[in-house]
């Protein structure tokens, strides 16, 4: 039985899919403009393709939050 958590498999996926083809192209910058998901795991696997926690977006009960303010309360 092989444990394999679901924000390892979602990052090996974006990094092979979207990051490698646009370093083949020569295309060294930032490949992720924003990032959105609607989970922590979601949020941990687009910070290890290197998107910074400050264009990445958690999306739960219909409200926005970002990584890069600190929260009023």
């Given at each position: 039985l092989v444990s394999y958590q679901t924000h390892h498999f979602k990052?090996?996926?974006l990094w092979t899919n979207v990051v490698e083809p646009f370093r083949k192209a020569g295309l060294t910058n930032e490949v992720f403009q924003a990032a959105f998901?609607?989970?922590e795991m979601d949020v941990q696997a687009y910070n290890?393709?290197?998107v910074p926690l400050s264009r990445?977006?958690?999306i739960k009960n219909s409200?926005?939050?970002s990584f890069?303010?600190?929260e009023d309360n």
């Open positions: 990052a090996e996926i998901g609607n989970t290890m393709v290197a990445i977006y958690l409200k926005i939050h890069d303010k600190h």
